[in-house]
T-cell receptor, first 114, second 115 residues
Framework: ETGVTQTPRHLVMGMTNKKSLKCEQHLGHNAMYWYKQSAKKPLELMFVYSLEERVENNSVPSRFSPECPNSSHLFLHLHTLQPEDSALYLC?????????????FGPGTRLTVL | GNSVTQMEGPVTLSEEAFLTINCTYTATGYPSLFWYVQYPGEGLQLLLKATKADDKGSNKGFEATYRKETTSFHLEKGSVQVSDSAVYFCALSDDGRGGSEKLVFGKGTKLTVNP
């Protein structure tokens, strides 16, 4: 595997379910990101981790809970979601080195909340 | 705060037409500027970037020049192909904390190229 991978690619869940999204990067990067992409809205940055420490939390509801056990893996734990949380969730990584600010994105998980 | 404004889509062109997608930004300091492309069913891919004023980023026939005087980073291609159909996002870097980099994105412009 190369680049940034995300699983599952598609997820349908009820409002009372608990599920997790997984992201893995094979690039040796130190920073990882979760974004939400909804129709007709700009990309929303949700969380940022640098060296496994959360450095950004953009007023995201507590029903979204991130976890970064090591610099290669990032999870987004979901519970009691709402239908308006249906969106494409994108993971990205970057080197974390000054001047190397390109982010590499995974293919996303298409989430539908019923 | 920093922001990016790009032209609203959708944009529909015929093959071999000239493409311009406008992007302007508001920022303090000296951000890097990016164009990302998202093909159907995929994540975002970096198309090109420019890190300082007057830099020109280029890739796959696409070009954009970092214009500090007009705070712009317009995307251009001389002759589009059907395979260029995608959503294009303009973005700027915003210093993150702890070695991370925040990207501020525009809303995206959907391009459809017809044969």
């Amino acid at each position: 595997e190369t680049g940034v991978t995300q699983t599952p690619r598609h997820l349908v869940m009820g409002m009372t379910n608990k599920k997790s999204l997984k992201c893995e990067q094979h690039l040796g990067h130190n920073a990882m990101y979760w974004y939400k992409q909804s129709a007709k809205k700009p990309l929303e940055l949700m969380f940022v981790y640098s060296l496994e420490e959360r450095v950004e939390n953009n007023s995201v509801p507590s029903r979204f809970s991130p976890e970064c056990p090591n610099s290669s893996h990032l999870f987004l734990h979901l519970h009691t979601l709402q239908p308006e949380d249906s969106a494409l969730y994108l993971c990205a990584s970057s080197s974390g080195l000054a001047g190397y600010n390109e982010q590499f994105f995974g293919p996303g998980t298409r989430l539908t909340v019923l | 705060g920093n922001s990016v404004t790009q032209m609203e889509g959708p944009v529909t062109l015929s093959e071999e037409a000239f493409l311009t997608i406008n992007c302007t930004y508001t920022a303090t300091g000296y951000p890097s500027l990016f164009w990302y492309v998202q093909y159907p069913g995929e994540g975002l891919q970096l198309l090109l970037k420019a890190t300082k004023a007057d830099d020109k980023g280029s890739n796959k026939g696409f070009e954009a020049t970092y214009r500090k005087e007009t705070t712009s980073f317009h995307l251009e291609k001389g002759s589009v192909q059907v395979s260029d159909s995608a959503v294009y996002f303009c973005a700027l870097s915003d210093d993150g904390r702890g070695g991370s980099e925040k990207l501020v994105f525009g809303k995206g412009t959907k391009l459809t190229v017809n044969p």
